[in-house]
């Protein structure tokens, strides 16, 4: 298996986007249980562009777009046996001018720390995806520390999962999934604890934006991706942040499917981003973040 090494033109590219789901490994194999796919599409008005990693791959080369693509793997929770990390970073080497591929690993498998270091290893993945309330973690539990830690050794970012979720709404209880961990509050004992290793704290984290922006203000090795909510429902005071003191560490990203970039790229026109700010949040950020510039 070829191990991932990015060729992207950064010249060729006008943004990256930081927030890719592969729903589908081209095989009949899909992310989730039919039951919660079906109710996310719901919840989000998912249609549209096809799901497997060579479509995607086409689909962002045709906007000039670079993707960061990835799986969340919560067997333990779902039942349900994820789509493969390292095929997925196998496909990003098929496109490595336009994919960067994050790793997944369920915090609760025994063997987690392993598959971390082989998928940085043997696959070259540039990082790793948790959905706290999905895998059904408390993220600043330090029984989870050594994973941090060897992500952390690796040299690559961590990207959460925080805020709401459409993964289970609207079914009985929510699936089970329970918001709370997904509070980004709860990373500041990671952000803390592991100082060289940079968060993502993805999506505006509604109902607890404010929360985030302590953290981003607070922790500099913490980041916010924009992922997930259409922009012109951003938080006023996430907005005001973005164009000010974390302007540094703010991420495009869309959450394609469920939100596609021609979206997002759409409806951040109705927002109150200052044009300035623009170019570092849509790619030069990223590309420090990523070490893409090197």
């Excluded at 063997?111 to 540039?126: P, Q």
């Amino acid at each position: 298996m070829t191990r991932y090494e990015p060729a992207i033109d950064l010249d060729a590219i006008d943004a990256i986007d930081v927030h890719v789901h592969i729903e589908d490994d081209g095989h009949g194999h899909t992310s989730l249980p039919d039951e919660l796919a079906a109710a996310a599409d719901a919840y989000f008005s998912a249609t549209g562009p096809e799901r497997h990693i060579d479509a995607v791959a086409d689909y962002y080369r045709e906007r000039r777009t670079a993707a960061v693509v990835f799986t969340v793997d919560a067997e333990t929770t779902l039942h349900h046996p994820p789509i493969s990390s390292a095929d997925i970073a196998a496909g990003a080497a098929r496109h490595n001018d336009i994919l960067i591929p994050f790793g997944s690993v369920d915090p609760h498998r025994d063997d987690a720390v392993d598959r971390i270091r082989r998928l940085v290893d043997e696959s070259g993945v540039r990082g790793f995806k948790f959905h706290p309330t999905v895998q059904g973690f408390d993220p600043s539990d330090e029984r989870w520390f050594p994973l941090y830690a060897a992500v952390q050794d690796a040299g690559v970012p961590a990207l959460f999962h925080t805020g709401q979720t459409g993964i289970g709404a609207g079914l009985p209880g929510g699936y089970g999934f329970r918001l709370g961990y997904s509070n980004p509050m709860l990373l500041d004992a990671v952000a803390a604890a592991f100082p060289q290793l940079q968060i993502i704290m993805a999506h505006p984290s509604v109902p607890w934006q404010d929360e985030a922006l302590s953290v981003a203000t607070h922790k500099h090795n913490t980041w916010i991706d924009l992922s997930g909510w259409s922009p012109k429902y951003f938080p006023a005071e996430l907005v005001r942040y973005a164009n000010s003191l974390i302007k540094d560490r703010v991420l495009f990203g869309s959450d394609f499917p469920l939100i596609t970039p021609d979206r997002w790229r759409r409806d951040v026109e109705q927002t109150a981003l200052k044009p300035e700010v623009m170019p570092a949040i849509m790619k030069d950020n990223a590309v420090r973040l990523l070490g893409l510039g090197r």
